[in-house]
């Protein structure tokens, strides 16, 4: 118990910890959220690459130089279970921006 408020879980806390971020690969995103995880973050907000926020695939023609610049890539569900690959989505919030709009 800290104050008035009686924690049971991590998840339970009124506050969360989240940084925004995502870069270069799926894979890449997702050791730098485990790591975070680790040193106490209590869950996630994604940046996704500009082709991403605009439904472009990482491979057309319209997404060549901005593919993993400003944020993770994702064209197919394959990414996203990389990027989320051992990381409990149940034990926290998650938060997906799409801010190009």
């Known amino acids: 118990m800290k104050g ?4 049971k879980e991590k998840k339970d806390l009124p506050w969360l910890i989240r940084t925004y971020a995502g870069h270069s690969t ?7 959220y485990r790591s975070n995880l680790d ?4 869950g996630l907000s ?3 690459d500009l082709p991403t926020q605009t439904g472009y695939d990482s ?3 319209l997404a060549r130089g901005e593919v993993g610049k400003v944020g993770v890539p ?3 569900l394959g990414d996203m279970q990389t990027l989320f690959d051992q990381i409990p989505l149940e034990d926290m919030n998650t938060s997906m921006t799409i ?3």
């Open 74 to 76: 994702i064209s197919h």
């Open 59 to 61: 491979d057309h023609i």
């Open 39 to 42: 040193k106490g973050q209590t």
């Open 46 to 48: 994604v940046a996704f």
């Open 99 to 101: 801010n190009a709009t």
């Open 26 to 32: 799926a894979k890449e995103s997702n050791k730098l």
């Open 4 to 7: 008035n408020l009686v924690v």
